[in-house]
C-alpha cells in the first residue's frame, strides 16, 4: 500500500534525501539500486531510475565543471597542505605497493597525519561569491546558502575516499553503496516543491531542503544504501557511523540533534570534510553546528 503510494508519487516527483527529501519522518519507500543491488525504498528517490539518474549525473557533472580556488562570504583558509595532499596520488599510488602496512599498523583511533597512507585531505575551496567557509569548511545548512548556479558536481577526493570506505567495508564482508551524491539547485528545487505540493511548506521544510541549501550541492555529501530509516541499525549502518569519519567523512545529521542541524536523523548521509576535521568531529561528538558555533534555521 505505502510503497504504492510513494511510487506513484515520486514518478510523478522528484526525489532525494531528507535534507535532501525524505517524506514523512523516516518513511519512505522507492525501490533503490545504485551500486549496491540492494532493492529498498525511500521516497527521497522517486524511482530507481531517478536516484541512478542523480548519481550519474552527479558522476557526469563533476567530471567537467571545478572551479578550484579558495573563496567565499566568511572565513577562510586554504591549507596550502590539504591542496598539496589532495594530489597526494602519489601517495595513493605507493600506497598501493608499501602503504597497506602504514595504514594497517598506524591505529585508525587517532588522526592521520599529512603523508600517512589514510590521511584524507580537506576538500578544494571555491572562490565563488556567496558560498560560506569557516575555518575552510564549505557550510550548506539552513543558515547558509549555496549560489544557483553554484554546480560543482561530485568532488573527486570525496568519490575517492568514498570508494576506499565502501572497500574496506567489503573487507569486512559488508556491502555499503553510493545512492546518490551531487544535487543541482534545479534538481533540488524540483524535489522540494514536489514535497510542498504533496505536504506543505512547514512539513516539507522537516524534511526536505530549499532549493541552494541542500549540501548535496555543495558535491561533498552522499547518501548510501536505501537512504531511510530501514538502513538503521543494519551492520552497514552501524559501521558506518563508527568508521566513516576515519575517511575524511561525518554523518552529518546525527540522532537527537535534529534541532540543531534542522534535519531529521539520517543514518545514510555522509559529509566528506577531510581527516582533520572529521576526527576532530567524532571525537568531539558534536555535529558540525556545534562545532563551529553556527545555527541552521531559515531565515524567514
Ligand atoms: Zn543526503
Not at 570508494?163 to 524535489?191: E, M, P, T
Request: charged share 20%.
Amino acid at each position: 500500500m505505502k510503497r504504492s503510494i510513494f511510487t506513484a508519487l515520486a514518478v510523478a516527483a522528484v526525489l532525494s534525501c531528507t535534507a535532501c527529501g525524505k517524506t514523512e519522518v523516516g518513511k519512505a519507500d522507492v525501490p533503490v539500486s545504485t551500486a549496491g543491488t540492494q532493492t529498498t525504498a525511500s521516497p527521497d528517490t522517486a524511482s530507481l531510475t531517478d536516484e541512478a539518474a542523480s548519481a550519474e549525473t552527479a558522476t557526469d557533472t563533476y567530471q567537467d565543471t571545478t572551479a578550484e580556488t579558495s573563496a567565499a562570504k566568511e572565513v577562510t583558509t586554504v591549507t596550502e597542505e590539504a591542496v598539496s595532499v589532495g594530489g597526494g596520488e602519489n601517495t595513493e599510488a605507493s600506497a598501493a605497493t608499501q602503504p597497506q602496512t602504514q595504514a594497517q599498523t598506524r591505529s585508525r583511533d587517532t588522526a592521520p597525519s599529512p603523508g600517512d597512507a589514510d590521511y584524507a585531505p580537506a576538500p578544494v575551496q571555491y572562490d565563488i561569491p556567496g558560498i560560506t567557509y569557516i575555518q575552510g569548511t564549505l557550510i550548506a545548512n539552513k543558515s547558509y546558502s549555496l549560489p544557483a548556479d553554484f554546480n560543482p558536481g561530485l568532488d573527486s577526493t570525496c568519490e575517492n575516499q568514498f570508494y576506499k570506505l565502501q572497500n574496506d567495508a567489503a573487507q569486512q564482508g559488508l556491502n555499503i553503496w553510493f545512492a546518490s551524491g551531487f544535487r543541482s539547485y534545479d534538481y533540488q528545487a524540483q524535489i522540494y516543491n514536489n514535497y510542498v505540493a504533496r505536504d506543505g511548506q512547514a512539513l516539507a521544510d522537516t524534511y526536505s531542503a530549499r532549493p541552494g541549501y541542500s549540501e548535496h550541492q555543495s558535491g561533498l555529501a552522499i547518501d548510501v544504501n536505501q537512504i531511510d530509516d530501514s538502513f538503521i541499525g543494519t551492520p552497514e549502518a552501524v559501521w558506518l557511523e563508527n568508521h566513516c569519519h576515519e575517511y575524511g567523512f561525518i554523518l552529518r545529521y546525527p540522532r537527537g540533534k535534529e534541532s540543531i542541524t534542522g534535519y531529521q536523523y539520517e543514518s545514510w548521509h555522509i559529509r566528506y570534510v577531510g581527516t582533520d576535521l572529521s576526527y576532530a568531529v567524532h571525537d568531539s561528538g558534536l555535529t558540525l553546528e556545534e562545532y563551529f558555533g553556527i545555527d541552521s534555521a531559515y531565515k524567514e
